[in-house]
Each structure stands twice: as structure tokens, then as C-alpha cells.
């Protein structure tokens, strides 16, 4: 009997595609596709599933229809913005800001936002957190 | 006893033009209007005082309603107290619902609205209103096993669960009815259960998107058809104006859902929610209203409609 440690043995031979490999094959291949799906929101929830991806004209539309909620949304996609950048909460962002200058709090945040988009109708909400960013990035990296 | 006017008319003699299915037919369009009105002038507060102030004016509006009602409440004529029943009624859920709701919704509490194909759909004082239905059909179990009601849904509710024996007599004749209080309660609740239907119909976590959406739709037109052209052939049959006018507020308020869905369809423009756009349109909607309000209040009594007992 030959056994496969024996120096007589038969080179392995490449194992052979079976079902295993079809099933991984074809996992991947619905995980792909999974992937490059669009993001949907449950039905019944409010609001959009990506925030980024709206213009300005859709969030002017859907601003005056909840305001408040809206703007809490867009700040908040915000502040993840300004996180990346800076690695540093907003608050911490606010306190490094120079003396002097007018306070900055909910509203003039989200406002700076609103008044943005409403003149600039066919921009991005990143567009818009972009321009806020530029308001408030520290001096030093000015 | 003399034969008054409202007697000769009530009897018909002394008035070809109200008789039926005259009554059922104008009281029903009144309501229809009343209906696209009542949108047109929450639309035309917001946009002549602002949102913020409208919150504010709110308070006091629904506080009209009160006094109206309080006014009516008194009044022991049947005519006089229905009317104004149902006008404190469109005025306290205009004021202390709506409003407040959309207060709640779009400032206090912050809801985004629901979105569809880039387009609003709900607004947030509706998402909470919808949260309201289990408030809604518990308040309407007292109406159901009320042994005085005299709703005729109610009524058959009870007979269909054999209830009215159970029930005993009703404590209360016509005589002894509120009818102020009456159509305030009847106009409150009337509106917030098509509201409720509506947002039920047209909400994706129940029905869906696309086919299944459509199909809850049709259904709905065709209940709405059929159970209001159920109640208008019954409504064409009245005589007694005021008995009409209250039974015109369920009529006109079941065949209105259809006309929401339509305007979801996309197959009619409200009008009703573009009162600067279509001003000259609903000046003569609102005047068509008024003409025929005013012909229904004074057109022939029974002696009991005008406390004439």
C-alpha cells in the first residue's frame, strides 16, 4: 500500500473544483451584489437613506416640512464630516475657535446649512457641510 | 296649535324646493366644500401669519371654538345648535389637532417627513396623528355600547352584536339632546377616523409600494364609493334640514377619501391646498358655500328643528 508520505507517492494533484467551491463562488458573488445595491430605508420610516447623496433643491423641499428634524439630520451628517477631517467633536471644534466671533450654536449652525442650500439650489449637502467646515476649521490648518 | 311656515314647509306646502332628495343633495355638496375650505383656510393661516405665529394664534382659535360651542351648547334650537356644533368642531381640529400636531412634529420634537421618489408624502403631524388610531377606536368603544347613541353605524353595530336588549331603553329623547354637543362630537370624530384610514392606506409599513400600495388604494375607493353612495341614497330621503346636515358630515367625509386618493394618483389638483395659486377659484367655492349655508338655514322647519316642541 502506498501511503502519501512514501517517497513513491503520486505528486497531490490540485483538488478539483466541487460544490464547496461553486457555494463560495456563488456567495461572493451575491455579496457583490449586496454591496452595489441602493440603500433603502424600511418601509414607513421618514427621511432619506443617504443624506449625502440629496441635493440642496430636495433638502429645500423637505426642509419646510420638518424643519427641526431636518436640520438635526443635516448637522449630524455634518459633524461625522467634520470628524473625519479633524478627529475632534464638534464641541471641541467650537471651543478651539478664537475669541471674539459670534457664538456658534444649533441654530446658526443649521442655519449656515439652510440659507446655503436655499441659494444654491442645485448643490450637495456635502457641498453645504464643506462650506460650514470652512467656517469653522481650526486657524491652523486655515 | 297653528301651522307655522316651518311646518308648511316641512310638510311640503309651502316650498317645492325643499323637499327630497333636494335637502341630501345641497347639505352633502355643503359638506364636500366645507371639506376643501376647511384645507384652504388652515393653508391660508400658515401662509399669511407664518408658521411660528400660527402656533401661537392656534391656542386662541381653538379657544373660539370653545365659546362657539358654549353658545350653541345653550341654544335649544336644533337648526341654530347643529351649525354651530359643526362649525366649532372643524375649528377645534383645524386649531388643537392640526396645528398643534404639526407644532409637535415639525418644531418640538424635530420628525423628518416621509419621502417617496424624492417627494414628500406625510408630513410629521400626520406620522403622529397616525399614532393616535388606538386612542381613536378606544374612545369610539364608548360610542359603540353608548346605549343612547343614535349614530346609525352604531346603532347597527349594536344590533349586530346583539347588544340593544342588553343595552335597555335609551335614557334620552330627542328633546333631551344636545345637538350642539352632538355635532361637535360627531364632526370631531368623523374627521379624525378618515384621517386615520387615509394615513392607514398610505402608509408603506402596512401596504407596501407599488402593486400592493395601488391595490389598498383601489379597495379603498371602492369602500368609500360604495359605502358613501350607501349613505347619500339614504341622505336623498331627508327632509328635516338639520337631521341632513349632520348625516351630510359622515356622507361627504367617506366619499372625500376617494378624492385624497385620487390626488395621490395624480388624476386632480387640490386646489384647496394652493389658496394663492387658485384664489379666484375658491372665492367662488366659498361663496357657493355661503349661498347655500345660508339657503339651508332658512329654508322651512319642523317646529322641532327651531325649539318649537
Known amino acids: ?142 | 296649535m297653528t301651522t307655522t311656515t316651518a311646518e308648511k314647509g316641512a310638510t311640503g306646502g309651502g316650498s317645492r324646493l325643499w323637499r327630497p332628495p333636494i335637502v341630501g343633495i345641497i347639505t352633502t355638496i355643503i359638506m364636500l366644500f366645507a371639506i376643501g375650505l376647511g384645507h384652504a383656510a388652515m393653508r391660508a393661516i400658515e401662509e399669511i401669519l407664518g408658521r411660528d405665529n400660527t402656533y401661537i394664534a392656534s391656542i386662541g382659535l381653538g379657544f373660539l371654538g370653545i365659546v362657539a360651542l358654549w353658545y350653541g351648547v345653550k341654544s335649544r334650537i336644533e337648526n341654530f345648535a347643529t351649525w354651530v356644533g359643526f362649525g366649532a368642531g372643524l375649528l377645534i381640529w383645524m386649531a388643537w389637532i392640526e396645528f398643534f400636531y404639526m407644532y409637535y412634529g415639525r418644531k418640538n420634537f424635530g420628525l423628518m417627513p416621509r419621502m417617496e421618489n424624492g417627494e414628500v408624502t406625510t408630513e410629521p403631524e400626520y406620522l403622529i396623528m397616525a399614532a393616535t388610531i388606538g386612542v381613536l377606536f378606544t374612545m369610539l368603544a364608548y360610542y359603540i355600547f353608548d346605549k343612547d347613541t343614535r349614530c346609525n353605524m352604531f346603532v347597527w353595530i349594536q344590533e349586530k352584536l346583539a347588544l340593544r336588549e342588553g343595552l335597555g331603553p335609551r335614557t334620552k329623547t330627542a328633546r333631551d339632546r344636545n345637538y350642539a354637543l352632538i355635532t361637535f362630537m360627531e364632526t370631531f370624530y368623523v374627521t379624525w377616523f378618515m384621517y386615520a384610514w387615509n394615513l392607514l392606506v398610505f402608509d408603506p409599513a402596512f401596504v407596501g409600494f407599488g402593486d400592493w400600495a395601488f391595490g389598498a388604494e383601489a379597495a379603498t375607493v371602492f369602500v368609500s364609493i360604495t359605502w358613501g353612495g350607501f349613505c347619500f341614497s339614504r341622505l336623498i330621503k331627508y327632509r328635516r334640514t338639520s337631521s341632513a346636515l349632520r348625516y351630510a358630515i359622515p356622507t361627504a367625509n367617506i366619499l372625500w377619501i376617494s378624492v385624497e386618493i385620487a390626488s395621490r394618483w395624480g388624476v386632480l389638483t387640490e386646489i384647496w391646498l394652493y389658496p394663492r395659486e387658485y384664489m379666484l377659484e375658491l372665492g367662488w367655492f366659498l361663496l357657493a358655500f355661503a349661498v347655500m349655508s345660508v339657503m339651508i338655514y332658512r329654508a322651512p322647519k319642523k317646529p322641532s328643528e327651531i325649539g318649537e316642541w
Not at chain 1, 3 to 31: D, E, F, I, V, Y
Not at chain 1, 50 to 69: K, R, Y
Not at chain 1, 74 to 94: C, D, H, M, P, R
Request: net charge negative; proline share 11%.
Open chain 1, 1 to 142: 500500500m502506498v501511503t502519501p508520505s512514501s517517497p513513491h507517492a503520486a505528486p497531490p494533484t490540485m483538488p478539483r473544483p466541487g460544490l464547496p467551491a461553486l457555494m463560495m463562488a456563488l456567495m461572493l458573488s451575491l455579496g457583490t451584489e449586496t454591496l452595489a445595491a441602493e440603500l433603502k430605508l424600511r418601509p414607513g420610516m421618514t427621511g432619506v437613506p443617504d443624506l449625502g447623496a440629496i441635493s440642496c433643491e430636495t433638502f429645500n423641499q423637505m426642509h419646510p416640512a420638518g424643519p427641526t428634524g431636518m436640520e438635526q439630520a443635516v448637522l449630524t451628517w455634518a459633524q461625522g464630516y467634520f470628524y473625519a477631517l479633524s478627529g475632534k467633536t464638534t464641541n471641541e471644534i467650537l471651543a478651539a475657535l478664537p475669541d471674539g466671533g459670534a457664538e456658534w450654536n444649533f441654530d446658526r449652525l443649521t442655519d449656515h446649512i439652510v440659507e446655503y442650500c436655499a441659494a444654491r439650489p442645485e448643490a450637495t449637502i456635502p457641498d453645504a457641510a464643506a462650506d460650514l467646515w470652512a467656517q469653522l476649521r481650526p486657524p491652523a490648518n486655515n
